[in-house]
């Protein structure tokens, strides 16, 4: 093992200790780490990877902001259950000449956010790569049973979404246009932050009949509850809550808001606020259209414009940095 | 999202439906998998990087290979635990030119493994990469409070091994003197098995006090089992269980052979086979040594060799790929 690699390993070790969970028994050093779930309780895991030129580009976003963002990205997902969040498992492949402070800058932004949620870091792996990969285990726990899936909309609920949406991707598209952004603390785009409160609030109270977290745009995590439920959507144009200094292509496509969107029973009471999240109902689910020929298939969503026309919304989605 | 990478989600789609274990209650196709432990139980949680260049070659290792060995690296880390796997994540980075094949027979690989220990590929992710990149994530249960752990040797327990040793180093070995092997499935190096019914036994059997499977060699996994547990170690040229074709040297610095040492107390009757696995001792546990400076730091690893003669044996292991 090089040297690189034994200071990554002790600087991991030393970030694991800076944030704790009572369920992790056993946490980094040993040949797996050991989990206490609470009684009744199962488990959640979801993986993401977060890789230099596909997720992020190193001349756009510090270290602390990558980390960040790593770590946001699985905890949105537990929040897209209600679920409530207990350690992560960090697998980090470095180029060999990395310098020292960016591997300090982006466990500091990872472990800022972890203990702000509580989630321990309990182990993981190192290996030298071309570009930096990280790839980012997170596990949780929701009471047996009581998940939220994107597979339990059904026609005639309402679909509904917390916070604003576009900001991400709308800051994004002025930096490929060449513009510098300052990476603030309030951006949506620098610092999402994961809608736990929330997406255990809509759980515990049995508000959603489905919930997704809006990572790879509206129109693609939409598409995949309606997959998943069997079902199509309608989608007002005029209804959606865009950012400020977004548009609706940012706010229909841009993707990384994390905002949770979830969907409800026709007679559900949904407040206007949850969790301090404005909440906003953008359409409806209705019954899966019936595909009548290869050449013209139906949409899974439709978007009803300003002008009441309606077009059918194609899952474009989140390209991230793609070339 | 590239036309190459929703073939891949599907390929591994499709893999996932090949093995079933009855704790995953939502598998892939969701924002998190969840899944349901046995009542009482605790979770283990591995991760394991697997890259083309660190850890294996595309010249010398089929894809069938390296699926397998994806595994069978996590697997061993549930047996060193002596606990009962229950799923793996596979996170997969794959160049945009990678041939079909390729990707068929790494699934292929894996999901043979996996079938044969009912473990479900329960998700992960996929991403475009400079070279082939996985990441498994394996998940498994045990009773509470039952996980072997690295930490529990005292000074007078004995030292054993599962199997033989060697065989996987010596095979690499050949390769890089330029030597073409064939990929037999009973070649250690080629088909590693993880030691599952064995490291369940020993946990059940309550004989070891601290045990790790043998990955990265010798004597790096136990000064591994020293440092955890603040001890230092005999061991004996002469009693250890030499592969086949292999020498001291890759017995003791070779890893990959996927062995389980473990540490027994003194009185323990410890069986000369375990679940059809021959079991050897190797050395004994010793107080910890004190550093008497720091030019001469003692060795956690004492080496006896065949003339009586004491040599420190220095942590060497495994280097992989490395060049």
Redesign the interface.
């Known amino acids: 093992?090089?040297q690189s690699e034994r200071k990554l390993i002790k600087a991991i070790a030393a970030a694991a200790g800076g944030s704790r969970n009572p369920a992790v028994?056993?946490g980094v050093?040993?040949?797996?780490?050991?989990?206490?779930?609470r009684t009744g309780h199962?488990?959640?895991?979801?993986?993401?990877?977060c890789?230099e030129g596909?997720?992020f580009r190193r001349e756009w976003h510090p270290p602390e902001v990558v980390g960040h963002h790593c770590l946001t990205r699985g905890l949105s997902?537990?929040a897209?259950?209600g679920?409530e969040p207990v350690?992560c498992?960090l697998?980090l492949?470095l180029p060999p000449k990395l310098p020292q402070s960016w591997i300090k800058g982006f466990l500091s932004g990872l472990l800022a956010l972890a203990r702000e949620h509580r989630v321990q870091l309990?182990?993981?792996?190192?290996?030298?790569?071309?570009?930096i990969?990280a790839?980012i285990?997170?596990?949780?726990q929701?009471p047996?049973g009581t998940?939220l899936?994107?597979?339990g909309a059904r026609p005639g609920d309402r679909i509904f979404v917390t916070g604003s949406l576009g900001a991400s991707g709308a800051a994004l598209k002025k930096m490929y246009a060449g513009q510098r952004l300052r990476p603030a603390r309030s951006s949506q785009h620098f610092f999402p932050q994961p809608r736990l409160d929330a997406g255990q609030w809509v759980r515990k109270h049995r508000v959603a009949t489905a919930?997704?977290?809006l990572s790879d745009g509206l129109s693609v995590d939409l598409a995949h509850i309606c997959e998943?439920s069997g079902v199509s959507a309608t989608v007002s144009a005029e209804a959606l809550p865009i950012a400020r200094g977004a548009d609706l292509n940012s706010a229909l496509h841009g993707g990384e808001d994390y905002e949770l969107l979830f969907t409800a029973a026709p007679k559900t009471r949904v407040p206007d606020n949850i969790a301090g999240l404005k909440v906003t109902e953008i359409g409806h689910i209705e019954p899966a259209t019936r595909r009548r020929s290869k050449a013209a298939p139906c949409p899974l969503i439709t978007l009803v414009n300003p002008s009441g026309k309606l077009s059918p919304l194609e899952p474009l989605?989140w390209?991230h940095f793609?070339s």
């Open positions: 093992m090089p028994q056993v050093g040993d040949d797996c780490s050991v989990l206490r779930l199962e488990l959640l895991v979801t993986t993401d990877f890789i596909v997720h997902d537990i897209a259950m679920g350690a498992f697998s492949g309990a182990g993981g792996d190192t290996s030298s790569t071309p570009q990969t790839d285990v997170l596990t949780g929701v047996a998940a899936l994107r597979s919930m997704i977290d998943e989605g390209e793609r």
